[in-house]
């Protein structure tokens, strides 16, 4: 159980356009899923949290309105790169916190290598 | 303000020694530590975690953790390494909604 989902695993875009990366629960309800981004050889840097039904909380440095981030279900977390550019380019990665679980049991997706061309 | 340090980016053993991954963390309050393993372009398998019960924490694949308080330390160990192992490893430490990661270590197996 408590496997979280990521779609697509890869993708590449060209600059200045925007890419959806999906996270899904597949088999638990998620209250909070978190964004993480991870550049090559380096730890996870927490981008955002976001709780269903209700704004994303995001990290000092990160633009809100070039990561979007919709938690419209309790099982579904979407992070939008807008006007994607070369230095977008990195490894996400989702992970959820269960509903009926303590707060401190993350999930990890599988993650999404975006590649910004 | 909390915080975990991980001591080596990169540790090298041979196949059959003694891995030893050390972290060591600060938090006000007590914490919650995790070890997670990354393997190359997948995301993360928690290995054990440390939940204020037991200070010695056992985990998957024959892992397992000593929390001590006095040194405020974490460390990872295994007793004999497989190739299998070799992997990037990060110490997190998780404390009211906040998760914090480790730098992490990479794990080389020598045959």
């Known amino acids: 159980g408590a496997v979280v989902s990521q779609h697509p695993s890869r993708v590449i875009c060209k600059s200045g356009t925007s890419v959806k990366i999906e996270c899904r629960s597949l088999?638990?309800?998620?209250?909070?899923m978190f964004w993480y981004r991870q550049f090559p050889k380096q730890s996870l840097m927490l981008m955002a949290t976001?709780?269903?039904?209700?704004?994303?909380?995001?990290e000092q440095g990160v633009e809100k309105d070039k990561f979007l981030i919709n938690h419209a279900s309790l099982t579904l977390s979407t992070l939008t790169v807008t006007s994607a550019h070369p230095e977008d380019s990195s490894f996400y990665i989702c992970s959820a916190s269960n509903l009926r679980g303590p707060s401190y049991e993350q999930y990890f997706g599988p993650g999404t290598r975006l590649t910004v061309t | 303000a909390q915080s975990v340090t991980q001591l080596g980016s990169h540790v090298s053993v041979s196949e059959g020694a003694l891995v030893l991954l050390r972290c060591n963390y600060s938090?006000?309050?007590?914490?919650?530590l995790f070890w997670y393993v990354q393997y190359p372009n997948q995301g993360l398998q928690l290995l054990l975690k440390y939940t204020s019960a037991a200070t010695l924490v056992k985990g998957i694949n024959g892992f397992e953790a000593e929390f001590k308080k006095s040194e405020t330390s974490f460390h990872l160990t295994k007793p004999s390494a497989h190739m299998s192992d070799a992997a990037e490893y990060f110490c997190a430490l998780y404390n009211n909604n906040d998760m914090r990661f480790g730098a992490g270590t990479r794990l080389t197996v020598k045959p």
């Open positions: 088999d638990f309800q998620a209250t909070t």
């Open positions: 938090s006000s309050v007590p914490p919650y």
């Open positions: 976001s709780n269903e039904g209700s704004k994303a909380t995001y």
